[in-house]
């Protein structure tokens, strides 16, 4: 009996720490964040970042193809929750399209295809020169004079963008996601981290809402960049 | 003739203004982090230079001298080709052939730069729990692409801590506080 509760006591430390590995560190409450909510227990503080606030955040490029949200996830202290991305659909107010978040791997795989491209850099030049010596032109017998050249020009070079496109780029880009993404596993403590959703439609809306299903209950939060 | 001195004396400016333009600060020598655990860590200034690309010419370039095999030193050019290197200039018409002029201050290929700013510039600067140098020596850092946990220590016991991801061809600009607690500082 008392090996099963120590197997138990260590399977459920095993299970709890699952969950704090990676992610952001959460606000004291829920209601720090920009938009929360809470059902029962169980509370919900989430942030939709702003195409700024994602480039101060990420060394991956993220805010053309990705709603970035900010999700801190406050459990019941008495059970365990399981959190996963699962759990979180993104709706746009005007559409009613929906999404839910991308895995990190597909989410540095498409920065990565993103971040090729062309560089097109323009060398102007100029140059001046003295020419000396004597010399005949053979048509008219006369002789011709030394002097002064110059000339004037441009040069364009086309060449391919070297940023963040190689595969160790990718791998780079995935362990920054993994690591700033929400934890998931079952968790007692409040957790916190990104989840990165494409967007539901090509326009940006103004106005999503977040849905989340934890421990049977829904919740519902309006966001706003 | 007095239109080409004047001319000349223009073009020697314009060509000293444009050169002074494009040119970049004259990289250091390499750094490397002492220590590390790892062993995979290297922080190092590299040479900036682009290799590779199509470059698309034109001008007009002009002779004062009288004229020879009977064509007046005038005209204007125009030569596509590709070429590794800066075009060189080939004063009497034809071809402009390729040639071996680097032109600096490009950043060094597959590398991530980190450009840190803090206070005191005599501060200890770690990567990945090696030293590295001091801040002073350290406002431009050329890191492989990679995840790295970057500390900061004053000589007063305050600190900075962050882990920064390096991603080829970016710079990451860091503005470091130093405070005097050893808190971690969320990215």
């Not at chain 1, 702003?50 to 059970?79: G, I, M, N």
């Not at chain 2, 020879?68 to 590709?82: E, L």
């Amino acid at each position: 009996m008392r090996r099963l509760v120590t197997m138990l006591v260590l399977g459920l430390s095993a299970a709890s720490s699952l969950a704090s590995d990676n992610g952001t560190v959460p606000k004291s409450e829920a209601s720090r964040y920009p938009a929360s909510a809470e059902q029962g227990e169980i509370k919900l503080g989430a942030s939709l970042l702003t195409a700024e606030q994602v480039r101060r955040s990420f060394a991956t490029e993220l805010s053309r193809s990705f709603a970035v949200v900010e999700v801190a996830v406050y459990p019941d202290k008495s059970s365990l929750l399981e959190v996963s991305r699962s759990n979180f659909v993104l709706r746009s107010a005007n559409t009613d399209l929906s999404t839910r978040p991308t895995h990190p791997r597909a989410v540095a795989a498409n920065s990565q295809r993103n971040s090729g491209g062309r560089d097109v850099t323009v060398y102007p030049s100029v140059g001046i020169g003295y020419e000396s010596g004597r010399a005949y032109d053979p048509e008219t017998g006369r002789e011709r004079r030394g002097g002064v050249y110059t000339s004037a020009g441009v040069g364009v070079g086309v060449g391919d963008r070297q940023v963040a496109n190689t595969e160790r780029d990718r791998e780079v880009m995935e362990l920054e996601l993994t690591e700033k993404g929400l934890p998931e596993g079952s968790t007692q403590k409040p957790v916190a981290g990104y989840l990165y959703f494409p967007y539901p439609e090509k326009k940006k809306s103004d106005a999503y809402q977040l849905e989340c299903t934890l421990g049977g209950v829904k919740l519902v939060i309006a966001l706003k960049p | 003739m007095a239109h080409d001195r004047w001319m000349s004396v223009l073009l020697i400016v314009l060509s000293v203004v444009v050169a002074s333009a494009f040119a970049d600060d004259k990289p250091d020598a390499a750094k490397a982090a002492s220590g590390d655990p790892q062993g995979n860590v290297e922080v190092a200034k590299k040479s900036r230079i682009r290799i590779g690309g199509i470059s698309l010419t034109g001008g007009y370039s002009r002779f004062s001298g009288s004229p020879y095999w009977g064509s007046p030193y005038y005209g204007y050019y125009a030569s596509p080709y590709w070429s590794p290197f800066w075009q060189t200039y080939f004063p009497y018409g034809g071809p402009y052939p390729m040639g071996f002029y680097p032109s600096l201050g490009q950043p060094g290929p597959g590398m991530g730069e980190i450009k840190l700013y803090a206070e005191p510039k005599t501060a200890s600067v770690y990567v990945n729990d090696a030293y590295a140098g001091t801040v002073e020596d350290l406002k431009s850092m050329w890191l492989e692409p990679g995840a790295y946990n970057l500390r900061i220590e004053g000589t007063d016991g305050a600190s900075f801590r962050q882990r920064v991801y390096v991603l080829s061809g970016k710079t990451l600009k860091l503005n470091a506080g130093l405070t005097a607690s050893n808190r971690e500082v969320a990215p």
